[in-house]
């Protein structure tokens, strides 16, 4: 196995932390007297999603958190968790721009979720991560 450059640190403990992020904002996401006090466009975004979506998006963000935290640990099985959040985020971002339009906050979070999975093929890719 090859040792990670020091970039994987960075990319994956930021990683982790935009999804513990995300995370809490579902968290917070829960308490009607949390989004009362949200602008009105994420209110109308909270309140409009179906069980499902809001389903999903706790799939996207805390999949993520849990895909970056294997990647810290140098897990393989972190690519299939993070593409598993990707597909959550892609299903979020459908929904919300149906409801609302498309979004900058969905749209950052696309690309990120994206580019977290990418990266992660590409430590699997070199070695940096583990098999088992």
């Known amino acids: 196995m090859v040792k990670p450059h020091f ?4 990319i994956a403990g ?3 932390i935009w999804n513990l992020m995300g995370c809490l904002n579902f968290i917070t996401q829960l308490s009607a007297e949390a989004v009362a006090e949200m602008p009105e466009l994420y209110q109308q975004i909270i309140e409009m999603r179906p069980l499902w979506a809001t389903l999903v998006f706790g799939v996207a963000v805390f ?4 895909g970056c935290a294997l990647l810290l640990l140098r897990a393989r099985v972190a690519v299939a968790v993070l593409l598993g959040s990707l597909i959550a985020i892609v299903l979020t971002t459908i929904q919300t721009s149906m ?11 696309l690309l990120v979720g ?4 990418w990266y992660s093929t590409i430590a699997a890719r070199v070695g940096w991560l583990r098999s088992k």
């Open 99 to 109: 409801a609302v339009g498309m979004t900058t906050s969905t749209t950052v979070a």
């Open 14 to 16: 930021l990683g982790l």
């Open 63 to 66: 999949g993520g958190a849990a």
């Open 114 to 117: 994206a580019a977290l999975f």
């Open 7 to 10: 970039s994987f640190w960075i």
